[in-house]
């Protein structure tokens, strides 16, 4: 039988699992300027969000280490640090790409970053409702359940993590100035 909170979150996964990816697809559409304001793009952010993502994957890492070694409060501490780089990365980019033209990728291994780029955008949506029911697992402290999703979100979030790094060493070269 499932436990009470994992009944108490299992709807607000599935509305945030639907919500996130249609409202980051949708404010792709929205652009400051068209909006009014007048402001220049937010070039700084992609370097601090790539470096974010790269922060998410050594936390990961690190967690998986703490877990298997018996350190449960800073696995837990790591994770939860993990999903708000996750959040920081998804508003910066967000904003950013609100602020800025959408950029082309010009270089010579256009098969190889279309790759990377769409795989990384197809998981990065399904990460959502992996990191959310694995989180909610370990809260409502059904460790066997957690254990078992985390072995599938773990490998998929570090792939999400890596490749936007990635991306973003791909496409940086392409910025406008």
């Given amino acids: ?99 800025s033209e959408p950029t082309s990728y010009l270089g010579d291994y256009k098969p190889v970053y279309y790759f990377i780029l769409i795989s990384h955008i197809i998981l990065s949506i399904v990460i959502i409702p992996l990191v959310l029911i694995t989180y909610v697992k370990a809260l409502a402290k059904r460790f066997d359940k957690h254990k078992k999703i985390a072995k599938i979100t773990f490998p998929i979030w570090l792939y999400v993590a890596i490749t936007g790094v990635i991306v973003y060493l791909m496409i940086s070269p392409y910025y406008a100035n």
Wanted: hydrophobic share 55%.
């Fill in 1 to 99: 039988m499932e436990n009470n909170i994992e009944t108490k979150y299992n709807k607000l996964i599935t509305i945030l699992s639907i919500v996130i990816p249609l409202a980051v697809a949708a404010l792709f559409g929205v652009s400051f300027k068209r909006l009014g304001f007048d402001i220049e793009p937010f070039s700084f952010l992609p370097p601090i969000y790539a470096t974010i993502n790269g922060i998410t994957a050594v936390l990961l890492v690190v967690a998986v280490v703490a877990i298997k070694n018996g350190k449960r409060k800073l696995h837990e501490n790591l994770m939860k640090s993990a999903i708000a780089c996750s959040v920081a990365f998804l508003l910066m980019y967000v904003a950013y790409h609100m602020s």
